[in-house]
DNA sequence: GCAATACCCGAGTATTTTAGTCAACTATTA
DNA sequence: TAATAGTTGACTAAAATACTCGGGTATTGC
């Protein structure tokens, strides 16, 4: 699991998406406009997107980009291992110099809290963050916050 | 909030460090061969270690690195913002060509979550981890996973 | 049908980050 | 006083990131 401005590209692109659903197809022009990101770049990003069946085309004028799907049931996660492939995992891919020593020890622990990272993220929607800033203006997040420790007792 | 392999680096360093606590000082050059990083970048990675105050060196011989405080007071969340410094938020800082649109509702989207990421790595401690491992011979993971939903909602 | 729209694709490039080297230096201990 | 080990800074190779350019192809509206 890697978190890169790549990945906050792509999930950006997509809550635009999520947002403009209801105005049929939205180009990659206007996301460029929107969210200031180079068009080229963007094609590249949703090349990927695409392949990843994360969203779909519509060519033609008055074409686009849709969600492949709804947004509640597209995750966070998705979106950035679609963009970031190659996790590469730990360098000490069963074989090399990791034998049963402490070298694995940290490795397997570094893995795990890449793991939980990775859950975490698995479990937020695109339709959980359109949502929440939507509600927000209403309970202005006085809430969160110190909630946090229950949630990591309960993944750890 | 970025995780990239540097990050990785300075926890699995860290981790070493915490497990290696009770044996003294923990020189880089120990670490470097049991973790496979060169000696000379985790020079570089502890020196940005010391100033966030997460570490402190003992020179001379027998000297080494120590966590400057207990592994349940150090939080993956600080040793990862040690290494990766200016997180520079969203591209947008207050100024530039984000107004009240649909620009900064993205932008703000993206940054709650990176939020959120961050506030969960501050729960989760160098002590949580080693203990995790510790543990993990026991109950080998038979748990977790399907725990995440509710973490998720008792975040958000 | 034809022009405009907008996705599609591949090659190329500038910038930044990562990962590492090298060399000189300082503090400490045996 | 020699060996150890941290301290610092400059420098570099390789990779990832962010972006450009130039051509495609499918679709629609006139």
């Known amino acids: 699991m ?10 950006t692109a997509m809550l635009d998406l999520a947002l403009h659903i209801d105005q049929g197809p939205v180009s990659l022009a206007d ?3 929107r969210q200031g990101i180079s068009l080229s770049y963007l094609e590249q990003l949703f090349a990927k997107l695409r392949r990843a069946d994360l969203v ?19 995750y966070v996660a998705q979106v950035i291992d679609a963009v970031n492939e190659s996790v590469d995992a730990t360098k000490c891919k069963g074989a090399g110099g990791c034998q049963q020593g402490v070298t694995c ?3 397997h622990l570094w ?4 793991e939980q990272i990775h859950t975490f993220l698995d479990g937020i929607s695109l339709a959980d963050l359109v949502a929440r800033r ?8 006085q809430d969160g916050q110190q909630d946090n420790k229950i949630a990591v007792d309960t993944i750890l």
């Open 2 to 11: 890697r978190l890169t401005t790549k990945g906050r590209y792509a999930v």
């Open 31 to 33: 996301i460029s406009e």
């Open 56 to 74: 779909c085309s519509v060519r033609g004028p008055g074409g686009g980009y849709r969600l492949s799907r709804e947004g509640q049931d597209i």
């Open 105 to 107: 020890l940290t490795h």
């Open 111 to 114: 893995q795990d809290l890449s």
């Open 134 to 141: 939507e509600v927000q203006n209403v309970a202005d997040r």
